[in-house]
């Protein structure tokens, strides 16, 4: 069998992929549901709570994995939600 | 997942933020060709003094007023008329109509084939959701074939408009197609549009649910942008003539980028000649 | 179609026989002079000698002397076998005026005196019938002009590691196209991994990299990277292959510039270095790959189908070079020659538990080795345990890990591994002197040029070879250190050595693609699983397949030095034929007898190449010669004898079989071998002096498909005891898919027996590669049991049952 | 200094049609629309040649109701812009000529009358679009219009509705009888200098605190700020608030706008309205007429006063907002008035309204037939 990977790669810190904050302004949200479903990590799941419109909007699942690539801000037609990266711990 | 009042959404710089949120329904993509058009602009970095957007009646008759830029609401069908006088008076001005497949190809479409033709420097986005949303759910100029809405209840037996072969047969010299769920290759090309001189045209399949969709076996907003992504193959400067729009296909991409001089260069051109051979004259 | 050289009708039939001594290895245990004199007494026989060294220059003089002197229109030579020195001797033949299709051999060496050493009496019978054969055969050969098929002086070079990279250049250095298809998005291979090279210790990607940037530079080398093969049809010098262009979704545009990679928000381990460094989604593999442009990994990238959700390189890339639009594309390309550099995989550790590869973080293979101690690796050339990212101060290198060794099931060397451990070491004495090495070694092979000193160094250096390999490395929990335990078996005492980090030697093993290759290009491969060439000593870089040439470890493990030697060796087999132009094609191909022809269309559909085309309308059969390879197979389905196969025709096998059951068939086994894989097995067996009975009689076919049923039946017709038919195993044929055909016959035949009330056990089908000398010798061997259970009357009934098949 | 061509000083022999053009050159008017119609189609062929001479843009749209969003589209972007039509178009501007009274976009329309309806009689006289230009868009607005009854008064009218645009941010109406624009007659084009001109307000606060539709002053009418001065408006046909977002929802919103639109016009009908009144002071009988009817009314009353009858002339000018005081002045004591129009009865039913307890005597003419002063004269004759 070919060479398999198992290892940690041992530069994993060092190449820092971004990490995201998600914001969601929840009362704009009108339960599309575009961003949950969009989203190419599965970061977003539909929360239990109701706003004001009488919809679900959404809320982080893992924000771990978001990688900040704001798809979720573009497909959002209400403006309802973006994403912050964050600053990278102990400097970049 | 944090709340703060003071972070703004990065796209409130250019809306006006008093009408947010919109009136247009859940899961409507006029919301998201609002975002695309702002996007293009942000990346741009224009001057948002000097940026015209005109629209018509319609669902997304009501973008102009949700934009912070000068902006103009027109009567059914005007716009790309109203357009033509602004961007004369002063083509120094980016003047972008944003408007319905109704209002642009219905009444509207003698405007749109003029404006095409002579090539004016006006950037048309065209929300195409197959119906009149606004009114309820009419048959329009786009609605495919078949299609059920609130005045063709048997079935629309109209044959709709192949908007980007109209577009590109009148003369306009950028035409694209994108979908709603494609809104990185429409920011994209609205960049590229806005940064070209002369009549630009992007159509954007954009889903309808609550009115279109509830009637053609896709209540959902989600369901509409699955179809559009399914269905969607992207063919870069294929023969817009072939750019077919079925339930089955949809071919999207970028059909024309050619250059022809615009009718307000030639216009103004003119108007130097003729007045430096007034004053030899004199 | 070409023309046939009718001898006039009435040419009196004069054979020679020469009968060989080959030194020892025939006379050892056949009486020559007998055989010979024997020869003499045979029909058309005009002359029979025994010569010592009939190959040799002396005795192709004699052979051709006596042709012009006798007047001699036919000759046999019973000697070694014909897929050794057939060439040769029709050579001979051709250059004293004879048509080379007139001369037959008998294999009276690796089919008869090698493998009956000890009963000379038995052996010379049998090499007496053997000649028999041949003459009865060589009567009733034709003349024939070789048909010419021109070489598209183009080639294919699959692989880019070092080997295809030099045979590449060196074709196109001659002057013709070259079309080198790399599955990986760069070309460089193995050589590119590597940090320095033995012995001389070279940087390996400063003495690879030149080469590379020529490979992307030269106008004659089209390269296709992140390509694979998808389909090979044609022959030698008409191969149409079939290639699939993976997208990169990066356009020429790209200047390598890096700013893409930068942005990109996803990461994952990066094959190229083992999985030590991570790379990102828009990536290239290593700084100086070649060509420099990035890819895309799809499988990683955010955008899936065609929705660009993230286009954070789109933006980033100044020279707009992204396009996600980019298509799979299938390439058509008609080339001469083939060079199949495919390369090897390492083999994986962890399936030897007792060194704990995959548990203990300390056991480290050699190739991650390399990754780790390269300036350009993930830890900046710092040897550093991975535990702890410290540099060990005891370090163990295993030896033959996954060679030599058949619990592995890898029973080969692989050549590089105690040269590559004792570079390692050195290179650990240059960066830090004081660390305490051990090498656990079986046996050091340092066989090479200046391979000796670089040994004789590390010894000096101080490390330590401990002869013996560790049964079992423990690791010590908290420290990560490693304990080996095992026994010196020089010293004959059992040892137990404490180091902070382990390398494991890994060795070579046949790339995981090599069966899509073999199909593709219908090659064999030899037991280790890499491929087979022609001949191990006299073509090594050829393959069986006329046009197709090996290089690099994908025909063997071995050094970078070996590989370009052999790289640059295929190239010139392949320039040889490019020059030429053209190349004569055995006259193999059947001829359409009209007559007998009822355009039933049997021929067409089992005909493995198309090569037959039938018209409707007017009734006609055309073979295309070009296409035709002459397997035989339509030859032998048609029921009505209206495919005449050349220099294999029904006549002449019929006159093998009749020669073959002359005397006492009833303790017979008449065999029928396909050339490529089970006569060259029975070959195997020869040279490998594998023993086993006598009672069998080899008839040669190009293929299992030409053997008809009616042989089968001639042979029982004529009282053979048992029967043997033996072919290329199903998918390995040298003619695609000819040997479906015969399993389908000696079915039918089966059915047919079982219903006469025959013992279908007398029959018997098996499938033999070039490798499986020992298969073939026990298929004899478990066949006596069925030779002595026949019965006289079942021989007279089998007689009865097929004395239909007796008529001419 | 180079010579001001848009001015063109001095005496000149020239159509109604070519007056007008020129005289909205020199009210500063840079941009005209328009489609061909007769008989308004020499104002579109003069725009066409003079306009490039002064900078200005002509655009020939492909149809009416385009050129009339096409001007109100060049007004919001900073120029005096003019369309000019007749009957037919003037119909199909009819919805956009709402959105700039909506709007408050300040444009000229030039309507030269013809014999209508429908396609009519396109190359002869009517003043049958008069109603039509006071009521013809949907919902409840106010605009001017005027009425020339000679060329020098097309070149001098075209010249005041570009300044009442300017100053009442409305659409002007310039109704030419087809007569007049086709006859040729002496204009004189005074100085530059001497040609008062009016533009519009321009907003005073920054772009932070501007709201495109609050009024500024006791006029009613806001200030205006144009497309690409960095104040980010937003201005649409909806009901819309001070801030000009759409509000449709609120009756209050609703009905200060409507009542503002039309307030601006009506609390300065005096400051607007212009007549000519002829021997009116002590006449018994009189006259009311407009465009080129006028001059045959004229001379009816000369003949008149030549034959002892006290009679007097009311010429309009301002045709709306309707000159109602002029009328009340001497109705009670006219208390006979004749009403020459051509056509079936339009203004004759504003001065029915206004003159209640006068006898009125309405002389329709239709179709190239125009009034003669003697027909004019028995009918002041007989009147009682």
């Not at chain 3, 089970?678 to 020869?686: I, K, L, P, W």
Request: with cysteine; net charge neutral; charged share 25%.
């Amino acid at each position: 069998m070919p060479v398999r990977i198992w290892r940690k790669p041992l530069d994993l810190e060092k190449a820092k992929p971004p990490k995201g904050e998600i914001h969601i302004i929840k009362d704009r949200c009108k339960g599309c549901g575009y961003c949950i479903e969009y989203c190419p990590r599965k970061v977003l799941e539909e929360s239990e709570e109701i706003n004001k419109r009488g919809v679900h909007p959404p809320q982080v699942a893992d924000e771990s994995k978001c990688v900040v690539c704001s798809f979720c801000t573009a497909v959002c037609p209400d403006f309802a939600i973006f994403v912050t990266e964050k600053p990278c711990e102990g400097g970049c | 997942m944090v709340q703060h009042e003071n972070i703004f959404h990065p796209m409130e710089v250019f809306l006006r933020k008093s009408r947010i949120p919109h009136i247009w329904c859940s899961g409507c993509g006029n919301g998201i060709i609002l975002h695309s058009f702002t996007e293009a602009v942000k990346e741009l970095e224009m001057d948002l003094d000097k940026i015209v957007v005109v629209s018509g009646i319609g669902c997304i008759g009501r973008v102009a007023g949700y934009v912070n830029m000068d902006s103009f609401h027109t009567t059914h069908g005007r716009a790309i008329a109203f357009a033509t006088g602004v961007k004369l008076a002063n083509p120094e001005l980016t003047v972008v109509v944003i408007s319905g497949d109704g209002d642009l190809f219905a009444i509207g479409g003698n405007h749109f084939i003029h404006a095409a033709r002579r090539n004016i420097d006006i950037k048309v986005i065209c929300a195409n959701n197959f119906n009149y949303g606004m009114t309820g759910g009419q048959q329009g100029p786009t609605t495919p074939l078949e299609a059920y809405t609130t005045t063709s209840p048997y079935g629309n037996i109209e044959h709709p408009f192949n908007l980007v072969h109209l577009a590109a047969a009148s003369g306009a010299t950028y035409v694209a197609r994108w979908t709603t769920i494609h809104v990185r290759r429409l920011t994209a090309s609205i960049q590229k549009m806005l940064q070209k001189r002369g009549f630009g045209f992007i159509e954007v399949i954009s889903p309808c649910p609550e009115i279109y969709g509830r009637r053609n076996k896709m209540r959902t907003g989600l369901e509409m942008m699955n179809w559009l992504k399914k269905v969607s193959t992207i063919k870069n400067f294929s023969d817009p003539a072939k750019a077919e729009v079925s339930r089955e296909k949809i071919v999207i991409g970028e059909f024309v980028d050619t250059e022809k001089p615009t009718f307000e260069t030639i216009l103004y051109e003119t108007i130097r000649w003729v007045q430096e051979k007034a004053e030899q004259g004199e | 179609m070409n023309e046939q050289v009718e001898p006039p009708q009435s040419e009196e039939i004069r054979i020679g026989v020469y009968v060989c001594h080959c030194g020892l290895n025939i006379a050892g245990s056949v009486d020559c002079t007998e055989v010979a004199k024997f020869a003499s007494q045979l029909p058309n026989v005009v002359l029979a000698k025994d010569l010592r060294y009939t190959c040799s220059d002396q005795g192709q003089e004699t052979i051709k002397q006596d042709i012009k002197e006798h007047k001699l229109n036919r000759v046999v030579v019973a000697s070694c076998s014909p897929r050794l020195h057939e060439p040769t001797f029709r050579k001979a033949c051709e250059e004293a005026g004879l048509n080379k299709y007139l001369f037959e051999m008998a294999n009276i060496r690796e089919h008869c005196s090698w493998v009956h050493l000890y009963n000379r009496r038995e052996a010379t019978e049998k090499a007496k019938e053997l000649v028999k054969m041949a003459v009865m055969r060589v009567a009733l050969l034709q003349p024939a002009i070789e048909n010419e098929v021109p070489i598209k002086p183009e080639a294919l070079v699959i692989g880019g590691g070092v080997a295809g990279i030099q045979a590449a250049l060196d074709l196109a250095d001659t002057g013709y196209n070259v079309y080198l298809v790399e599955k990986a998005p760069s070309i460089g291979g193995r050589m590119a991994q590597i940090d320095k090279t033995f012995p001389t210790m070279d940087c390996s990607i400063c003495i690879l990299a030149p080469k590379m940037s020529d490979v992307g530079r030269h106008p004659n080398i089209k390269l296709l990277t992140y390509s694979e093969i998808l389909d090979v049809k044609g022959y030698i010098g008409n191969f149409k292959v079939r290639v699939l262009k993976k997208p990169r979704y990066v356009t020429e545009e790209c200047t390598a510039c890096g700013d893409c990679t930068k942005v990109c928000p996803m990461i994952a381990p990066n094959e190229f270095d083992a999985g030590l460094a991570v790379r990102h989604a828009i990536y290239t593999p290593f700084a100086q790959a070649v060509p420099s442009t990035y890819v895309i990994d799809r499988e990683l990238c955010l955008n899936k189908e065609n929705v660009v959700v993230c286009d954070k390189c789109v933006k980033a890339c100044e020279r707009q070079a992204i396009n996600f639009e980019m298509k799979p594309e299938e390439i058509e390309l008609e080339v001469g020659t083939i060079i199949v550099a495919i390369g090897a995989d390492v083999f994986d550790p962890s399936t030897i538990p007792q060194y704990g590869y995959g548990r203990y973080s300390n056991v480290i293979t050699s190739l991650e080795f390399e990754r780790l101690i390269n300036a350009g690796g993930p830890s900046g050339g710092k040897l550093i345990r991975p535990s702890d990212m410290e540099i060990p101060k005891t370090v163990a290198f295993i030896q033959c890990v996954g060679s030599r060794s058949e619990r592995t099931g890898k029973p080969y060397c692989s050549n590089v591994c105690c040269m590559n451990t004792i570079k390692d070491a050195l290179l650990i004495k240059e960066h830090w002197p004081e660390t305490q090495i051990y090498v656990f070694y079986v046996d050091i092979r340092a066989f090479g040029k200046g391979f000796e000193d670089l040994y004789r160094r590390a010894r000096k250096e101080g490390i330590i070879f401990i002869r013996g390999l560790p049964a079992k490395i423990i690791e010590d929990k908290k420290t990560h250190d490693l304990w080996l335990i095992g026994e010196n078996t020089l010293q004959k005492e059992l040892y137990k050595i404490r180091v902070e980090l382990a390398v494991l030697s890994i060795g070579l093993e046949p790339r995981k693609e090599t069966e899509l290759i073999q199909k593709l290009l219908t090659l064999s491969r030899s037991p280790d699983g890499f491929f087979m060439e022609a001949h191990p000593k006299l073509r090594p870089v050829d393959a069986a397949t006329g046009g197709i040439f090996f290089a690099g470890c994908a025909e063997a493990p071995k050094d970078i030095k070996d590989s370009v030697t052999q790289a640059s060796a295929a190239a010139a087999r392949a320039g040889i034929l490019m020059a030429k132009g053209k190349v004569t094609v055995e006259a193999l191909t059947p001829m359409w007898v009209p007559e007998k022809c009822k355009v039933c269309g049997l021929c067409v559909k089992v005909c493995p190449y198309n090569a037959i085309k039938l018209d409707e309308e007017s009734k006609k059969i055309e073979i295309v010669e070009a296409a035709c390879a002459g397997c035989g197979t339509c030859g032998a389905e048609c029921p009505f004898g209206a495919l005449v196969m050349r220099h294999f025709t029904d006549e002449q096998i019929f006159a093998q079989i009749n020669a073959a059951t002359e005397i006492d068939a009833d303790k017979k086994i008449v065999a029928f071998c396909c050339n490529w894989c089970s006569y060259a097995g029975a070959d195997f067996a020869g040279v490998s002096r594998m023993q086993y009975p006598e009672n069998v009689r080899i008839i040669r076919t190009m293929c299992s498909g030409r053997v008809a049923p009616k042989f089968i039946e001639r042979a029982f017709a004529r009282g053979a005891a048992a029967v043997l038919v033996s072919g290329c195993h199903l998918g390995d044929c040298h003619y695609i898919n000819a040997n479906y055909q015969t399993k389908k016959r000696i079915e039918r035949l089966w059915k047919k027996m079982e219903k006469a009330g025959l013992n279908k056990e007398r029959l018997q089908l098996t499938w033999i590669s070039a490798a499986e000398g020992e298969k073939f010798a026990s298929k004899i061997r478990e066949m006596q049991a069925i030779v002595k259970s026949v019965t006289p009357e079942e021989i007279e009934n089998a007689k009865k049952v097929f004395e239909k098949a007796l008529e001419p | 200094m180079t010579k001001n061509r848009a001015v063109l000083t001095g005496e000149h022999f020239l159509s109604g049609d070519l007056a007008c053009a020129e005289g909205a050159l020199a009210a500063g008017c840079r941009f005209f629309a328009g489609y061909p119609i007769t008989p308004a189609t020499e104002i579109a062929e003069r725009m066409a040649l003079r306009l490039p001479e002064v900078g200005g843009i002509y655009i020939q749209m492909e149809d009416e109701l385009a050129s009339m969003a096409a001007i109100i589209g060049a007004s919001y972007a900073g120029l005096k812009s003019m369309t000019a039509t007749s009957g037919p178009g003037f119909s199909l501007m009819q919805e956009n000529i709402g959105l700039a009274a909506m709007t408050e976009a300040p444009c000229v329309v030039v309507n030269v009358m013809r014999g209508g309806p429908s396609t009519g009689q396109p190359t002869k006289p009517g003043q049958q679009d008069v109603m039509q230009a006071k009521w013809g868009s949907h919902g409840d607005y106010e605009i001017i219009a005027l009425s020339p009854n000679s060329v020098q008064e097309a070149f001098n009218l075209t010249i005041e509705a570009f300044n009442l645009s300017e100053a009442y941010r409305v659409p002007v109406f310039l109704l030419m009888d087809e007569s007049v624009a086709h006859m040729w007659e002496k204009v004189v084009i005074p100085r530059a200098e001497d040609i008062k001109l009016v533009n519009r307000k321009k907003p005073s606060v920054p772009p932070g605190e501007y709201a495109p539709f609050r009024p500024e002053g006791d006029d009613l009418v806001p200030p205006m700020a144009c497309f690409g001065e960095g104040y980010h408006f937003h201005a649409t046909g909806l009901t819309h608030d001070e801030l000009g977002n759409p509000k449709t929802d609120s009756p209050e919103t609703q009905f200060n706008l409507v009542s503002r639109l039309c307030e601006k016009i009506r609390r300065n009908v005096d400051k607007i309205t212009k007549t000519e009144k002829v021997m009116l002071d002590d006449a018994e009988v009189a006259v009311i007429a407009y465009g080129v009817v006028s001059r045959s009314a004229l001379s009816a009353v000369k003949k008149a006063r030549e034959k002892g009858i006290k009679a007097g002339l009311l010429r309009l000018i301002t045709l709306w907002p309707f000159p109602e005081r002029h009328i009340a002045e001497f109705a009670d004591r006219a208390k006979r008035i004749v009403v020459p129009e051509l056509n079936y009865g339009q203004i004759v039913r504003e001065v029915e309204r206004v003159a209640k307890n006068a006898s009125i005597k309405f002389l329709p003419k239709l179709g190239e037939d125009l009034h003669t002063p003697s027909e004019i004269l028995k009918a002041l004759e007989e009147i009682e």
